[in-house]
């Protein structure tokens, strides 16, 4: 019995290493009211780079700072701003390191070139083997 | 098709393998500068977070000497690590402003009363936004900034006893 007490107890201690002990921002786990500018407001948040949990996005980090990055993209979001400003400022702040959409920067070019080099190599060796087959009928 | 492409898998293939081996080899480094270091701070009003301090803005960071601003919270244990280092930078004459992120008056007086208060005045981040508009990613974290409000050097993590000299160094030159 004094065992199912102190479990029962157990569930209502606050967590001894939370990060903080503020409640979350207001929009940190809140959507907002319309889904439209909440699906603005998620579809940048899923490609927004969490700075504690470094390889999850802020949708789905539980750490405090993203609570809060949610909350004033929200806000933000709510206030009438577009989205990629939002992101560009974040950039501007934290580098191109925070943004998980790929940019147009120079370091990226081999990235975006690959799939056609890829492709031009996948048909030139077509050709060849097309050719010797030709070839040898 | 010519002789030498037969070796052309082998090659990829082995260079691959080195670049993965490099990237499993190499320290991981997951330390996100700031890109503001070098730009003018950005412009805020934050409320006071401790009884005994007055509330900071960033008027009051472009004095016409440089300054040190530290970014910490009483919920943070190596905020109270660094604490005999900032203190050290203030008997050297840094003077030292602060902004407690996610904190609260209470929680901010315990901490300082415990471990000491090298700081002029404390702000309080509630919400971490000055925290994100400094390109700040954690706590502690202690900028330098100029006597116009430019950030000119960040230290990021605990000030530990080697960093002082540091620090003091970034200050003299930000007051040259």
């Not at chain 1, 501007?92 to 890829?118: F, H, K, N």
């Not at chain 2, 904190?103 to 007086?109: F, G, N, Q, S, T």
Request: glycine share 6%; hydrophobic share 50%.
């Amino acid at each position: 019995m004094r065992t199912l007490i102190a479990l029962i107890l157990m569930l209502f201690a606050a967590p001894v290493l939370a990060q903080s002990a503020l409640p979350p921002a207001p929009y940190a786990d809140r959507q907002l009211d319309d889904p439209r500018l909440e699906a603005k407001a998620r579809d940048l948040m899923m490609t927004i780079r969490c700075l504690t949990c470094q390889s999850q996005s802020i949708a789905d980090s539980n750490a405090s700072m993203a609570g809060d990055m949610r909350s004033q993209i929200r806000e933000r979001i709510a206030a009438g701003e577009d989205p990629e400003a939002i992101r560009s400022w974040l950039i501007e702040r934290y580098g191109d390191w925070v943004s998980y959409e790929p940019t147009a920067s120079p370091i990226l070019w081999p990235l975006w070139a690959a799939p056609v080099i890829l492709l031009a190599l996948g048909f030139w060796l077509m050709r060849g083997r097309i050719r010797r087959r030709k070839a040898s009928s | 098709m010519s002789r030498w492409a037969i070796w052309l898998p082998l090659g990829l293939f082995l260079a691959f393998f080195a670049l993965f081996a490099s990237g499993l080899l190499k320290p991981d480094d997951r330390v996100i500068a700031s890109k503001m270091v070098g730009k003018p701070i950005p412009a805020f009003t934050l409320p006071a977070a401790a009884s005994d301090r007055p509330a900071l803005s960033s008027a009051d960071l472009a004095t016409g000497k440089p300054r040190l601003l530290n970014i910490f919270a009483s919920w943070c244990v190596p905020c109270a690590a660094e604490a005999p280092q900032l203190m050290a930078l203030k008997q050297a004459g840094a003077e030292i402003d602060a902004v407690a992120i996610r904190d609260a008056r209470a929680d901010v007086d315990q901490f300082l009363g415990r471990w000491g208060n090298p700081y002029a005045r404390i702000g309080l981040d509630a919400r971490s936004s000055l925290q994100i508009a400094m390109g700040s990613s954690g706590v502690p974290e202690t900028f330098v900034i100029d006597g116009k409000g430019t950030i000119v050097h960040q230290h990021i993590g605990d000030i530990r006893a080697e960093d002082v000299p540091t620090i003091l160094e970034k200050l003299k030159e930000a007051g040259r």
